[in-house]
């Protein structure tokens, strides 16, 4: 897995066809679209090189509590303001090559989709409307006085949407629909979406880490993300 074949299927059982599935859960930065929003927040507001820097370790697995670098990093953009927000959305935000294609597959299989994104909702609100997501949960910004805050808003479920929350979130959508987890397909890039495609039936890396490649059952190296759709026949 650690040859940067364009697609590889790890060794194992004969993958089921599509029809086999109920629920795919995605990742959102660097998965479905081609950025970190956080990085391209702290970029234009000239903060981008202190917390990309947090960003690839955490992404690399070296920094292993994603609560704590998510932490670190809204703290270096305390102050900075929410219209920068909309700078992102207009003017760095773009879908990775499949993505739209491969969520409409899905979908037409009867598929119900899951967005679970350590990012923050005014980007997956966006993302979720243009590619017909089912259920969702990522972090909401705390903004104050047209500032962000540093922090996040605690929601129902929690405050950040970790490595945990995600593979908590995939579980609860599978009972919601009664979906078995072998019928259940993550895709993610980075070392915060290990527990939810460790929990799932077919674990997939979109241009991962190579720790992410290294354990997953399908790792789409090089091209877009319709290539999963070969494999599920």
């Known amino acids: ?12 059982p004969a993958l089921p066809p599509l029809s086999h599935f109920k629920l795919a859960a995605f990742d959102m930065d660097s998965t479905l679209i081609s950025i970190e929003c956080i990085d391209e927040i702290a970029a234009l507001a000239g903060l981008g ?3 990309a820097a947090i960003t690839e370790a955490a992404m690399r697995g070296e920094i292993t509590d994603f609560r704590d670098s998510l932490q670190r990093r809204l703290a270096i953009l305390a102050g900075v303001p929410a219209t920068v927000l909309d700078r992102v959305l207009a003017e760095r935000l773009t879908f990775n090559p499949g993505a739209r294609e491969l969520c409409a597959a899905l979908k ?9 994104s350590g990012g923050f909702t005014f980007f997956t609100r966006y993302v979720a409307a243009e590619l017909g997501m089912d259920f969702v ?10 500032v962000l805050t540093g922090h996040v808003v605690t929601q129902d479920w929690g405050d950040i949407c970790d490595g945990e929350q995600k593979r908590l979130m995939l579980l609860a959508c599978c009972e919601a629909i009664g979906c078995r987890l072998d019928q259940a397909i ?11 495609m460790g929990a799932a039936g077919l674990s997939v890396a ?26 599920l026949r």
């Open 49 to 51: 090189q202190e917390v």
């Open 1 to 12: 897995m650690s040859q940067p074949t364009s697609l590889v299927l790890r060794d194992g």
């Open 137 to 146: 949960r990522s972090n909401e910004l705390e903004i104050a006085d047209g």
């Open 186 to 196: 993550a895709v993610g890039d980075g070392a915060n979406d290990l527990p939810m």
């Open 206 to 231: 979109y241009h991962a880490k190579p720790k992410v490649r290294e354990q997953a059952r399908v790792a789409i190296n090089a091209g877009g993300l319709e290539q999963l759709l070969t494999l």
């Open 108 to 116: 037409a299989a009867g598929l119900k989709l899951v967005l679970v």
